[in-house]
């Protein structure tokens, strides 16, 4: 009788799977192609300050891949801005994919690390001053002047390390370092009925 020998058990930490992020990272020093990914989102205004945004695919691994599901996200301004209050402001948006980048970058490298990790938590705010954006002084920038980011961890990790780990993440680069943003744009005007006779 034939016996097979069980597969490799794989190790996970964090939640996250070591076994297969080490063979990720292993493939990819191999072929760097499989490194280049393209994320895309949609975006349709609704009224006002309304819009939703929608994520659907990307592309990663040298093919197009598609999510389980689409993703929307409704953003909108606060009465005080003069929205409705139908979602978050995008530039809280920002601060959700800041925050979210930094917890899922931190934990990954952990764990590459060997480090393990109990908790994180981790609070953003950020200082805008709408004369900015209302263009009422051009010495105002219309974006985020300063964000303030407070880590609370506790596993076998120190200061340091959080430190360091936490700015590997791309959304913090991205926001730290300039990128270049190109915009196109097409424009239809409506269409002009002519009077009835």
């Not at 934990?107 to 938590?121: F, P, Q, T």
Request: overall charge negative; some cysteine.
């Amino acid at each position: 009788m034939k016996t097979t020998a069980n597969p490799p058990r794989e190790t996970v930490l964090n939640g996250v799977n070591v076994t297969r992020l080490v063979q990720t990272i292993g493939a990819i020093k191999k072929n760097t192609e499989i490194a280049e990914f393209k994320f895309r989102a949609r975006n349709e205004w609704n009224i006002g300050g309304h819009n939703q945004a929608t994520i659907e695919g990307f592309y990663g691994a040298c093919q197009e891949m598609a999510h389980k599901q689409p993703f929307t996200f409704d953003a909108d301004e606060p009465a005080v801005l003069l929205g409705e209050d139908n979602g978050a402001n995008p530039v809280e948006f920002v601060l959700a994919g800041l925050s979210g980048c930094m917890t899922t970058t931190l934990a990954y490298h952990a764990a590459s690390r060997g480090l393990k990790i109990d908790e994180i938590s981790s609070e953003y705010e950020g200082d805008i001053d709408l004369r900015g954006l209302m263009d009422i002084d051009p010495k105002v920038r219309p974006g985020y002047r300063e964000i303030r980011v407070k880590f609370k961890v506790k596993g076998d990790v120190d200061e340091a390390t959080v430190q360091e780990l936490i700015r590997k993440s791309p959304v913090f680069d991205t926001l730290a370092s300039p990128v270049m943003i190109k915009v196109e744009v097409e424009t239809e005007r409506p269409r002009v009925r002519e009077p009835r006779s």
